[in-house]
């Protein structure tokens, strides 16, 4: 069935998820690249990666309102190849710092509008932001990086959308 006549489609994830997601770690951190892809894209000694892991099935439908899960990866990558004391305490730094700022911005709502050319615009509630997990690896992903650290960050988010 196509769309209702004058209403509009919304990427949800991809807009309203992993991009509030990346808009809060540039504003937290003025430095490296923060990219949404399912990959390493850089050999920068620092960088974020972010990917959608899931969507879960939509919960509290109504005819005005929807609310549903997605699962979240977030890498956080660091490159040394001969790495010391002081590289370690920067990686655990940093993971924190980005398990900090989702805490902080994603734990009780945070809300994105997104306005269209014919200037409709929708507003999604992000809702009750967890991390569910931080995992560390030392040259495991990716073989073809010699020298790469990973804090791999588990996050879920619930999403409300209401009709307008």
Request: proline fraction near 2%.
């Amino acid at each position: 069935m196509p769309l209702l006549l004058n209403s509009t489609y919304q990427n949800v994830f991809y807009d309203f998820v992993l991009d509030s997601i990346r808009d809060v770690l540039i504003a937290e951190f003025n430095y490296g690249k923060i990219y949404i892809a399912p990959n390493v894209r850089y050999n920068d000694n620092f960088q974020i990666r972010i990917w959608g892991k899931s969507q879960e099935e939509t919960d509290n439908l109504t005819g005005a309102e929807w609310q549903k899960e997605y699962s979240v990866e977030i890498v956080l990558i660091a490159i040394d190849k001969n790495p010391g004391e002081e590289f370690y305490k920067r990686l655990y730094q940093d993971s924190e710092r980005i398990y900090q700022s989702l805490w902080n911005n994603f734990k009780g709502s945070y809300s994105k509008t997104i306005t269209f050319g014919d200037d409709r615009s929708y507003e999604m509630i992000l809702l009750n932001g967890i991390v569910s997990g931080i995992e560390y690896n030392i040259d495991e992903e990716d073989e073809t990086i010699d020298g790469m650290h990973t804090a791999i960050i588990d996050f879920t988010v619930l999403v409300s959308r209401e009709d307008n």
